[in-house]
């Protein structure tokens, strides 16, 4: 993350934009963005230092709410434009907002790829188990048994486990928060984003509209009762074995984050020319 | 002193008094918050209930600002008013919104919000040491108490709805 001047007090309220947010009423989406605006702001960080970056999809319409600068990026495609952004302005806060559909599905690639790389960015999934924007398909965390018109007896396939992806895939901070709790997960973004490397954050954040059954999450999830290990096997079997509604801060990991050199790269490019002239 | 889990902390009247204010201007955000989700989905008659509820917290907000004088309770608030583990207690509940709610879910939103700010402020008035806390708790605890009367008379005025009020012949849900 870029320097923080912890002398000024900021207010959430600085960090939102004029536009209004055409969630569904009862979206847990606009609890995330609160968390956004308390994280940015307990950080002190500028709007302009900080980027919000996002692909397509309910979730993915969080930088436009934000006064912050943003991308409103292609589908499953934020963490490519996002790490992009993050090599060359390694200076800028760079957050990404994915859903699950365009994170791990149309996206799920990129995931594994930026987990990999460790880049110095934080990574958060509005995981509702659900395509919402296009009325209700199955994502990829959605229960086998899901059983509507367009899923008719269910997908019957296995959901996928973003954090054990996550972690497998190497990135460097893992932890799983609720929507319906805005200031526990604000503290847990400013912990991914001050902690070096990839960090990923799923949120669970119901869709009202589609999955009215998610809002009964708020009665399932619980703190973790462990605090955050530094040991990816520990952190594995913690992982494998919770029951989805485990929150807080599950991985810390220690890679070091990858930063490639930017300018000039001291290699003689007319050698590289002469190989290529006809 | 008081403090509970997650509550900001409470040493002297000044504390407190910038808690009181945080509470009703959180409320008076949220409130507004609602009102525009109202506007976008089309629900005229909520965006007018939650404007006027933002207004009276907003008076109250006011009210509490006037009781503290000359000293900044607006900036001590920023300072100290955090409620770190739960919402700020008079924040309406907004997983609990739905486009097509009714005054009646609009009021029983707000008389959550004003029985956990009574619970609040009477867990100061039962755990504070500083007599000047505990005075002025016992004061803004008549003040909810009153709060909380006042949304029950409203509620007289808008009965329950039926249990189709989410019925939508229109409904987004496409897929079904």
Redesign the interface.
């Known amino acids: 993350m870029s320097t923080v001047d912890t002398r000024l007090?900021r207010?959430p309220?600085e960090y939102k934009s004029d536009i209004?947010?055409?969630w569904?009423?009862?979206c847990?989406d606009?609890?995330v963005l609160m968390s956004f605006t308390r994280a940015f702001a307990q950080l002190g960080l500028p709007p302009e230092q900080i980027v919000v970056v996002s692909g397509i999809g309910c979730s993915s319409r969080i930088p436009a709410y934000t006064n912050c600068y943003g991308f409103h990026g292609v589908h499953g495609r934020s963490l490519a434009l996002a790490a992009g952004l993050k090599v060359t302005r390694p200076d800028l806060t760079v957050v990404v907002a994915s859903g699950d559909g365009d994170g791990y599905s149309i996206g799920g690639n990129h995931f594994l790829h930026a987990c990999r790389r460790n880049i110095d960015m934080t990574y958060v999934v509005m995981d509702n188990r659900i395509y919402g924007m296009t009325?209700?398909q199955p994502s990829p965390t959605t229960e086998p048994e899901f059983d509507?018109?367009?899923s008719p007896g269910g997908t019957r396939v296995r959901p996928f486990h973003p954090l054990v992806v996550a972690l497998a895939s190497g990135a460097n901070f893992i932890a799983r928060c609720f929507s319906?709790e805005?200031?526990?997960t604000a503290?847990v973004l400013v912990e991914a984003i001050k902690h070096p490397g990839f960090s990923f954050i799923e949120i669970l954040s119901?869709c009202?509209?589609?999955r009215p059954d998610e809002?009964s999450w708020?009665d399932l999830v619980h703190p973790a009762p462990v605090t955050a290990t530094t040991d990816p096997g520990k952190a594995a079997r913690r992982i494998m074995t919770d029951d989805g509604f485990n929150l807080g801060i599950l991985y810390r990991g220690n890679r070091e984050p990858f930063q490639p050199a930017i300018g000039a790269t001291g290699v003689d490019l007319s050698e590289l020319e002469k190989d290529f002239e006809l | 002193m008081s403090k509970a889990a997650g509550s900001p902390k409470v040493a002297d009247l000044n504390d407190l008094l910038a808690v009181a204010y945080q509470i009703e201007i959180d409320a008076v955000e949220r409130y507004n918050l609602l009102a525009d989700q109202m506007e976008t989905h089309n629900n005229p008659e909520l965006v007018k209930v939650f404007r006027d509820l933002a207004r009276a917290e907003n008076i109250h907000g006011e009210e509490i600002r006037r009781l503290a004088g000359d000293f900044d309770v607006a900036a001590h608030a920023r300072q100290i008013a955090k409620f770190e583990r739960s919402e700020s207690p008079e924040q309406a509940d907004l997983g609990s919104a739905h486009y097509l709610m009714t005054p009646w879910h609009a009021l029983q939103l707000s008389l959550a919000g004003e029985e956990r700010a009574l619970a609040y402020f009477t867990s100061i008035v039962e755990t504070a040491k500083d007599p000047k806390v505990k005075n002025m708790a016992a004061e803004l605890v008549e003040e909810e108490a009153e709060h909380v009367n006042l949304v029950h008379r409203l509620l007289r005025r808008y009965p329950q709805p039926s249990e189709s009020w989410a019925e939508d012949l229109d409904p987004p849900v496409s897929q079904e």
């Open positions: 007090a207010k309220a209004k947010p055409i569904c009423p009862g847990g606009y609890h009325k209700g509507t018109a367009l319906g805005p200031n526990e503290a119901p009202v509209t589609f809002k708020k």
